[in-house]
């Protein structure tokens, strides 16, 4: 429930649920709502993954020569988790990557050191030297396939002989599928007779600008999963979230 509660007033997209066929508001609502509760427990449970591997560090201490073997069972355990690194902040300079491993390649790695690498604003420096679990940001990288990608990035404390070292933090990140993540939760949702699209689409700028689809009948593994796009059928009903810039769009 807490690492639940910290998700979720920390999540930064909205999504929003249609049927392409015609369906009363009810069914729509019930639909939408499924949907994002199965978003929401997907989600929480990565989040929970990587803090429970992160907590090992008082008794394992993480280094970049042991850190594929340790975080093997994360990446490659956990078919939404796309890559996992090796972290230090320093402090008015940013996020170094001491070490990283990803089941999409160095490729992706590297991406993720080049993204990672820009993150050096006053927010960043508050949520690294925080001793607490995070969501960095949405990150765009690319896929061996060459498409881009959304990932959300979260990011735990490690512990340096038992303790948080504040003057020069080291944390343990991952970050998660958003394609696999939709489509995953998606399809406890839908049901055969009905087609449904999911979209989550960042509203910081004011007008809603999409990230990402999935539909229904597609399977998990996010092969059904579409370019970005806006619903522009069905009833939307709107919650808002703890920040700003974003909000839920059921």
Known sequence: A?????????LLVIGTVGFWDSQDERALN?????????????????????????????ETPFSPGTFQQQLQTVVFGHDIVT????????????????ASLSDYGPGFEEAFTAWISTQND????SLATSGSPFLLGMASLAVPSGQLQPQFVYVAPLLEDGQFNPARPRLLAITVSIPLLLSRSLAVSATASNVVIASISEVSSGSPMPV?????????????????????????????LPFDAFQFEL
């Open 30 to 58: 019930a639909t939408a709502q499924r949907t994002i509760d199965s978003f929401n427990l997907n989600s929480s449970d990565e989040y929970n993954v990587l803090t429970t591997k992160a907590s090992t560090s008082a």
């Open 83 to 98: 890559l996992s690194a090796l972290l230090t902040y320093v402090p008015g300079e940013g996020f170094v990557s001491e």
């Open 212 to 240: 990402w689809s999935a539909i229904s009948n597609a399977s998990a593994s996010g092969a059904g999963s579409t370019a970005p796009e806006t619903p522009t059928h069905g009833t939307a009903v709107r919650l808002d």
């Open 122 to 125: 006053a927010r960043s420096e």
């Open 2 to 10: 807490p690492s639940l509660a910290l998700l979720l007033t920390t």
